[in-house]
């Protein structure tokens, strides 16, 4: 079983930057996907971004475009994803989970990833 833990979340104000970390507890896929998602409060899972582990071209949400990068490790033993945000927007506002897909199609819906992290804030006030 794949354990996903995240940090990095926290309060920061419009305009600032953050860089969320996403760590599996160890690997027991060769090839896979990663993926962001948010969500606040009474709304649904969103998409943000997903990446094959291996790098290759990601995939964005049209809302963080330009935005926000996701990084994946070509070859590292930890195995960490990174979400860079830059430019942030009181509507970026939620709770950010990685998660994570064996294979190496990109997928934009919740339902595609059967790994979840627990979540991290990420509130963006001034």
């Known amino acids: 079983q794949v354990q996903l833990v995240e940090s990095g979340g926290g309060l920061v104000q419009p305009g600032g930057s953050l860089r969320l970390s996403c760590a599996a507890s160890?690997?027991?896929?060769?090839?896979?996907?990663m993926g962001w998602f948010r969500q606040v409060p009474g709304k649904e899972r969103e998409f943000v971004a997903s990446?094959?582990?291996?790098?290759?071209?990601?995939?964005?949400a049209d809302s963080v475009k330009n935005r926000f990068t996701i990084s994946t490790p070509i070859a590292d033993a930890n195995d960490t994803v990174y979400l860079q945000m830059n430019s942030l927007k009181p509507d970026d506002t939620a709770i950010y989970y990685c998660?994570?897909?064996?294979?190496?199609?990109?997928?934009?819906?919740?339902?595609?990833?059967?790994?979840w992290g627990q979540g991290t804030q990420v509130t963006v006030s001034s």
């Open positions: 990446r094959r582990h291996n790098g290759g071209r990601p995939l964005y």
């Open positions: 998660a994570a897909r064996e294979g190496i199609v990109l997928k934009n819906t919740p339902d595609e990833y059967p790994y």
């Open positions: 160890r690997r027991t896929f060769s090839i896979y996907v």
